[in-house]
């Protein structure tokens, strides 16, 4: 089990004590495979933005060995054209599908992973995928700056675009955009690009598919960092009784009776970025329900059947959680990601309506 000492800075009353985070990490590095992947549980299936949450968590608990093996293995599996497939069991992709916020959060995790072991050999080493994720991911911006959800094994792709999975996009290209400031290799087609995918976020709704009975769709925004200030209040307060079941946590999707820890965790940390610590912490304690004997976390609950569901633990979930409390007990790397105030912001558009 990871030394108790590894996780002093994971310890939050109410949610974790250093013993219980050790537990969780623990828990996490036993899914891991011996070739760096991480699938959602022993036996389960991998995706890119879920194996990369996990690795996140690896390094906020100090097992920068095992994080930087998750990357690595991305390394060795991406595609020619710079994408990874939707979903692999074993290694081998079961949907080939392409999906564009899959493979753009390789950026937060290398920027992240930098930050927390100041490894530029690394940088350098992993830039090469990254360039050619941001590539493959930029190359599906559509006309209105929004960012086409996926690309189809046959080389097609659907002109439309989710709002939660374009905000995490612009997460990652701010995390791509500050590896490559690192690096002095300027990159001015991303910061027009990121611009443009803000502006989309932040003016124009209907540039997106309608998905707002889903809980991320409401937070994402905010957590990725393209909505702030004033209007991420307003926006948080507009659906808060919607989706939040006080004491349980956060619906994953309307109207289903069901809160899922990796949304509520996902909660706590956009609340945290907001300056909303207190809330933040309300909602991790409520989600303790969820924690099992082995210190990973049930996906969810069906709070009307009173029924664990579906009956897995995810590493995702383990490890959203882990970095909701690195962020609100100060860890700089975790807080430099999340918080975006140290994060570039390609050039932004102008939001006077007419474009």
Partial sequence: MTSPGRTEHLVLPGVLSAEQAAQTVAGILAVQRPDGSIPW????????????????????????TSAAAAYRWLADNQNSDGSWYAA???????????????????AVGVWHHYLTTGDEAFLDEIWPNLFAAVEFVLALQLPGGQIAWRRDEDGSHPHEALLTGCSSIYQALRCAL??????????????LATGRLAHAIQHHPERFLDKNHY??????????????????KERIEARWDDFVVPGLGVR??????????????????????MGESDRAVEILRSIQHLRAEDGMYWTGYVFQDS????????????????????????????????????????????SDGCC
């Avoid at 081998?92 to 599908?97: A, E, K, L, N, V």
């Fill in 307 to 350: 029924a664990v569901w579906p009956e897995e633990k995810t590493a995702w979930t383990a490890g959203a959680l882990l970095l909701a409390v690195a962020a609100l007990g100060g860890d700089e790397a975790t807080t430099a990601v999340f918080d975006g105030e140290r994060l570039p912001a390609g050039f932004t558009e102008p």
């Fill in 41 to 64: 549980f022993t036996g389960g299936h991998l995706d890119p933005w879920d194996h990369v949450e996990a690795a996140m968590a690896l390094d906020a608990a100090g097992e920068h």
């Fill in 215 to 232: 809980s991320m769709d409401w937070y994402y925004p905010i957590l990725g960092g393209a909505v702030r200030g004033p209007a991420a």
């Fill in 178 to 191: 500050a590896v490559a400031e690192l690096r002095e290799d300027p990159q001015p087609d991303w910061e």
């Fill in 88 to 106: 692999y069991v074993d290694g081998s992709p079961t949907d080939r599908g392409r999906e564009t916020n899959f493979c753009a959060y390789l």
């Fill in 252 to 273: 994953c999707v309307l109207p289903n009776p069901w809160v899922t820890g990796g949304e509520s965790a996902e909660l706590a940390l956009a609340l945290w970025a």
